[in-house]
């Protein structure tokens, strides 16, 4: 890959690294912080959200949520597991657009917003080996050279 390429993947991932890293941060420092209101306004597949926000599930709703997006952010900005910190946020990235469609609307245009649009990013992370740029995975496939998951 051309190193213009490799720069401006590494860019993207640091990007995409640190918004996730601090997103969960702040949901994670903050003990009053809760997915409820946000899953029980559901518009799409209502049902589902609102029992993902019931009060039997919303304690580890709201722990995978919080720090999943901690993992995903340290992933991407380590270059460390990238491929599965991208399909977590793709997965991430589906379960919160899916609340907000009134078909075909969204909440701020007609089927694609940032969701989408960051969903997209992960998949291009994901599928270019992004880890491979100056990051962690680069530095385990060398040590173990075996290793041959699709997480790498």
């Not at 949901?27 to 589902?48: C, E, R």
């Not at 029992?51 to 949520?65: Q, R």
């Not at 245009?109 to 994901?126: E, K, Q, T």
Request: charged share 15%.
């Amino acid at each position: 890959m051309k190193k213009n390429n490799e720069t401006v993947l590494l860019l993207l991932r640091i990007a995409l690294g640190w918004l996730f890293l601090y997103s969960g941060l702040t949901k994670v420092m903050d003990p009053a912080w809760t997915s409820a209101g946000f899953l029980g306004s559901a518009k799409s597949f209502s049902g589902l959200f609102a029992w993902f926000g019931s009060p039997e599930n919303i304690g580890w709703v709201d722990f995978l949520n919080q720090w999943g997006q901690l993992a995903i952010g340290v992933g991407l900005l380590t270059g460390t597991l990238t491929r599965l910190a991208s399909y977590a946020g793709i997965l991430m990235m589906v379960l919160y657009y899916f609340p907000g469609l009134e078909f075909p609307r969204v909440e701020r245009g007609y089927l694609i917003d940032s969701h989408i649009i960051y969903a997209l990013a992960f998949l291009v992370l994901a599928q270019l080996n992004a880890g491979q740029y100056w990051g962690g995975d680069q530095m385990i496939k060398k040590k173990f050279k075996k290793i041959k998951a699709w997480w790498f």
